[in-house]
């Protein structure tokens, strides 16, 4: 096969200078070739960090940023996460290189993206998605996670514990209010404890989100009709998992935070103040965690607000 001169990165600016490339293009189309998989038709996704080609309906390829084993972890977690959430994952028909860069081909699932359709998807069926999505992900938790695997046992508690030191900066990078730069070390701390020290480990998608969830129309209703997109996965505490569905779908929404934990498992008597607080410290600490964006995301005011205020604000299923 002929040698496409794939780009070599050395760091994300390379990374994002390379992104729109016509050579990913023609990867794709070599990579089909490899494999065997005709098409009439092969589109570019416009979203996410990694290139992303749809193969006519049914299949996707995904060749992945050189960054943070992102591939091993899909890979890993979607061959885990089969058949474990009751909801559709994406089959993985074909791993490999080319030119250096890690590639997966899968299933294409049906359905639109959450993000596409939500604002058109009224509130009763918002809270039978959030619903079922929080069964489903009490589904994957319930089963004992794969800590035999590097990629994604990635030490649970020595994560929590950079992502608090590197808390600050972070924040600091995402433009954050300068009044929360100087309260987060004291706010991280008096609630570190709050974590419990032996918790019984899950494998989390980490990355539960409109863009990475599918719905498709059933009888006039709105049904989750898929899930995607594991590169984040990784084995750790359960109510990590709660982040991305609380700041990026239910955020601010008392009644589909609740339906989503009560869904879960949690009793009533659980959605209290220090469940609140665990959530929002995971918030701080979350991997790809953007206060400036979730606040602005509530109300242009809220970039503003202490961090008490904020917590309280993102959070609302607790009785005050």
Known sequence: MMRLNLPVITDAADYESHFNHDIWRQAAASICARHNLSY??????????????????RF???????????????????????????????????????????????????????????PEVGERDRIEIVSRL?????????????????ALNRDWSGFIERQAQNCVERQRDCYANPEWLE??????????PLLPVESKPALLH???????LLLAQENGRWKISGIFDFGDSFCGFHEYEFVAPGVLMTQGSRRLQ???????GY??????????????????????????KYATRLRPEAVNFTLDELEAAIWTFAAE
């Open 134 to 150: 929080g069964a489903a992900l009490k589904n994957l938790h319930d089963h004992a996670p794969p800590l035999s695997d590097p």
């Open 183 to 192: 309260s987060l070390p004291a706010y991280i701390a008096a609630r570190l």
């Open 258 to 264: 609740r339906a989503f934990l009560l869904a879960y």
């Open 60 to 118: 996707v390829i995904k060749i992945f940023a050189p960054f943070r084993q992102c591939y091993l972890r899909e890979k890993a977690a979607l061959e885990f996460a089969n058949g474990k959430l009751r909801i559709e994952t994406p089959a993985t028909l074909h791993a490999g290189e080319i030119e250096g860069w890690s590639y997966l081909v899968m299933t294409r699932l049906a359905g639109f993206t959450a993000r596409e359709v939500w």
């Open 267 to 292: 009793k009533e008597s659980e959605l209290d103040l220090s469940l609140r607080a665990r959530l929002m410290l995971l918030t701080v600490l979350y991997e790809c965690s953007d206060l400036r």
């Open 206 to 212: 980490s990355d539960v989100h409109l863009g990475n």
């Open 40 to 57: 009439a038709s092969l589109r570019r996704s416009q979203q996410g960090e990694n290139i992303i080609f749809f193969v006519d309906r």
